[in-house]
């Protein structure tokens, strides 16, 4: 399952600064989400609520935050964000908005990304 792998890597991307950072707890997790990144995020959450269990982070409070694509037209060179035709969550059309095409090279927004995590250490107490 993909939604699975990319948990995993979630929760080892968080726990790793946890750790570096000597945190005691993980108040807090934003993970941003492309939305060609072909997961479920309510699927991902569900996992993400299993695997945090018995860890630093399972009382953390997790958001995701969408991210749009970005595209680069290889017919008309217009840059910026590309329309989605995501009525089939996992496989979108992306589109030119200016012409169109579908010739694009997507620059952005295939990613699954640990943007911010808030911490609480033993000083903070
Ligand atoms: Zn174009």
Redesign the pocket.
């Given at each position: 399952m993909h939604e699975l792998s990319m948990a995993q890597g979630i929760i080892n991307a968080v726990l790793d600064t946890a750790k570096e950072n000597n945190a005691t707890e993980v108040n807090k997790v934003t993970i941003e989400v492309g939305r060609l990144a072909m997961i479920n995020p309510e699927q991902l959450q569900f996992i993400l609520g299993v695997l945090i269990e018995n860890t630093i982070m399972e009382d953390a409070e997790i958001n995701f935050e969408e991210v749009p694509v970005e595209m680069k037209?290889?017919?008309?060179?217009?840059h910026g964000n590309a329309v989605l035709d995501d009525s089939d969550h996992y496989a979108p059309l992306v589109k030119?908005p200016?012409?169109?095409?579908l010739k694009?090279d997507i620059l952005n927004g295939k990613d699954i990304i640990v943007k911010n995590i808030v911490i609480e250490k033993p000083d903070d107490a």
């Open positions: 037209c290889f017919d008309c060179d217009f030119c200016k012409c169109n095409s694009i």
